[in-house]
């Protein structure tokens, strides 16, 4: 069974930075495309950050870009955001997202449940 | 910037009704486009892909259809359980959403 958990979340104040985890189990991690997925409370979906199946691709929203680094240990199946500079409108619940095949750029089959960040002082 | 607009916003519809809904990309984005659902408080869900590709384990009644930049999601005998709200995702660039329909009960 395919499952994605993620952790990392919390408050921070605006500025600060705050590291994400995605651990996943149930399938062979290095060759799927992973993304961050992120949705404000009571609003839609906005992608954040994708990487491919190997780590040497890596693609941002821009309202992330310069700030935001997502990054992948394949040894341990697990997909990372690493967010610095947070603002308030980064506050939402943050989804890590398996894409169904290698390239990073593609349909979302399987989500975790997601981690909260709240960004303010 | 590649934007996504669905329509409608909100949707009224009783059980049985067939519901469609409406995606259209701002550019081309040949068929690389998703629909997915989501039920409050969960991870939302991929129906479709590519975009008249069905979802394993997604129930018939969805189906969707498109290419370039106008794409449609129907469901054909609308359920208690597809009460939810709706996204299209493209991802021939990068990747973006619309902004989401929620399907409501009449």
């Known amino acids: 069974e395919v499952q994605l958990l993620e952790s990392g979340g919390g408050l921070v104040q605006p500025g600060g930075s705050l590291r994400l985890s995605c651990a996943t189990s149930g399938f062979i991690f290095d060759t799927f495309g992973m993304s961050w997925v992120r949705q404000a409370p009571g609003k839609g979906l906005e992608w954040v950050s994708c990487?491919?199946?190997?780590?040497?691709?890596?693609y941002y929203a821009d309202s992330v870009k310069g700030r935001f680094t997502i990054s992948r240990d394949n040894s341990k199946s697990t997909l990372f955001l690493q967010m610095t500079s947070l603002r308030a409108e980064d506050t939402a619940l943050y989804f890590c997202a398996k894409s169904r095949g290698n390239f990073p750029f593609d349909a979302f089959d399987m989500w975790g449940q997601g981690t909260m960040v709240t960004v303010s002082s | 910037d590649l934007q996504m607009t669905q329509s409608p916003s909100t949707l009224s519809a009783s059980v049985g009704d067939r519901v469609t809904i409406s995606c259209r990309a701002s550019?081309?984005?040949?068929?690389?486009l998703a629909w997915y659902q989501q039920k409050p408080g969960k991870a939302p869900k991929l129906l479709m892909y590519?975009?008249?590709s069905l979802e394993s384990g997604v129930p018939s009644r969805f189906s969707g259809s498109g290419s370039e930049t106008e794409f449609t999601l129907t469901i054909d005998g609308l359920q208690p359980d597809d009460f939810a709200t709706y996204y299209c995702q493209q991802y021939n660039s990068a990747s973006s959403f619309g902004q989401g329909t929620k399907v409501e009960i009449k």
């Open positions: 550019r081309s984005i040949g068929r690389w």
């Open positions: 990487i491919s199946g190997s780590g040497d691709k890596t």
């Open positions: 590519k975009p008249s």
